[in-house]
């Protein structure tokens, strides 16, 4: 094989492992922790709009009431001031449920 054949091989095998690996990465879920400290916190810290603070137990005792299913129901399709899924467009069901349940049990105390 000339040699310039053989280098392109050789980096065309490199993308295409680095490729494989964002692939991987994209479908992997992100932790509820990220994705609270990424999206959640711009609102649900310091409560803006009326949002339930993290840590907060007043705040969520009664949103915990209403059960997972409708807070993700409301976090998928918005909730009054929430907006849907809380500006994570490209959340799936389980990553919003992850984080749903991370603001939970950062505040149960
Ligand atoms: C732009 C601000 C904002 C962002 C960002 C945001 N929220 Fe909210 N969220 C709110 C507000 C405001 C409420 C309270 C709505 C109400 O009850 O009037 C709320 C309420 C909720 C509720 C309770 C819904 C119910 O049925 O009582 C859940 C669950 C929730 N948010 C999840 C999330 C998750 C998960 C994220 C991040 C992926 C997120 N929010 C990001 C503003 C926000």
């Known amino acids: ?3 310039p054949l053989f280098k392109l091989a050789h ?3 490199i993308v295409s ?4 690996f964002c692939v991987a990465n994209a479908n992997a879920a992100r932790s509820g922790d990220a994705l609270y400290n990424s999206y959640c916190i711009a ?3 310091n409560g803006v709009a009326g949002a339930p603070k ?3 137990k007043a705040d969520w005792q009664p949103r ?3 059960g997972m299913d409708v807070l993700l129901k409301d976090a ?3 909730f009054r001031a929430m907006p849907p899924k809380g500006l994570c467009f490209d959340c799936t069901e389980d990553e919003l449920r992850s984080a749903i349940q991370y603001m939970i049990d950062n ?3």
């Open 43 to 45: 609102c649900h810290m």
């Open 17 to 20: 492992v680095v490729l494989l």
């Open 11 to 13: 980096v065309i095998r």
């Open 64 to 66: 915990i009431d209403k």
């Open 76 to 78: 998928m399709s918005g």
């Open 54 to 56: 993290l840590g907060n």
């Open 107 to 109: 505040s149960q105390k």
């Open 1 to 3: 094989m000339p040699f």
